[in-house]
T-cell receptor, first 112, second 110 residues
Framework: EPEVTQTPSHQVTQMGQEVILRCVPISNHLYFYWYRQILGQKVEFLVSFYNNEISEKSEIFDDQFSVERPDGSNFTLKIRSTKLEDSAMYFC??????????FGSGTRLTVV | DAKTTQPPSMDCAEGRAANLPCNHSTISGNEYVYWYRQIHSQGPQYIIHGLKNNETNEMASLIITEDRKSSTLILPHATLRDTAVYYCIVRVNNDYKLSFGAGTTVTVRA
């Protein structure tokens, strides 16, 4: 069964550093998303991406965040200057249409 | 501003059917009911969705009441691997995001 692949599975970074979280969506999918889940809290939508541009973003997705699809296979989330409160699981997802997402297994980001 | 209400937790015996309720009394005519689950902090997994007719797939059945104000997800023969948090989400199909609530923590016991 096709999978959404996320790397790394765990990233530790110092506060103020930039991090890039990487995702390889399913190859024929057209819609791409990032979500995050702070430990013990709900899964929260960050951003959706379609046709090489952001289609929707949440209030969480401020100027510190950016997304990119640098080539035909990768989809990245960059956090420019990490804060302690950015510590969370970050999930990438993709879908062939605007429903029936497939999520990756997540990257655990720990900011120290 | 949760659109759905689910019980926080429920237990189920292995091999028995698990019936997970969800209230969505303010659902609009163009909103679908989606179910996802999350097993132990893995990424959420799509289960099923429907508009007004009952739906069935290899994982589960979705029963939506005639007035669409509530629904039930049925896992026909629960296994230990079905232990997870189950999320009921209402969404229009051209809305890109999924809005997750707290869900129902389902524990399947041997």
């Amino acid at each position: 069964e096709p999978e959404v692949t996320q790397t790394p599975s765990h990233q530790v970074t110092q506060m103020g550093q930039e991090v890039i979280l990487r995702c390889v969506p399913i190859s024929n999918h057209l819609y791409f998303y990032w979500y995050r889940q702070i430990l013990g809290q709900k899964v929260e939508f960050l951003v959706s991406f379609y046709n090489n541009e952001i289609s929707e973003k949440s209030e969480i997705f401020d100027d510190q965040f950016s997304v990119e699809r640098p080539d035909g296979s990768n989809f990245t989330l960059k956090i420019r200057s990490t804060k302690l409160e950015d510590s969370a699981m970050y999930f990438c997802a993709s879908s062939v249409a605007d429903y029936g997402y497939t999520f990756g297994s997540g990257t655990r980001l720990t900011v120290v | 501003d949760a659109k759905t209400t689910q019980p926080p937790s429920m237990d189920c015996a292995e091999g028995r059917a698990a019936n997970l309720p969800c209230n969505h009394s303010t659902i609009s005519g163009n909103e679908y009911v989606y179910w996802y689950r999350q097993i132990h902090s893995q990424g959420p997994q799509y289960i099923i969705h429907g508009l007004k007719n009952n739906e069935t797939n290899e994982m589960a059945s979705l029963i939506i009441t005639e007035d669409r104000k509530s629904s039930t997800l049925i896992l026909p023969h629960a296994t230990l691997r079905d232990t997870a948090v189950y999320y009921c989400i209402v969404r229009v199909n051209n809305d890109y995001k999924l809005s997750f609530g707290a869900g129902t923590t389902v524990t399947v016991r041997a």
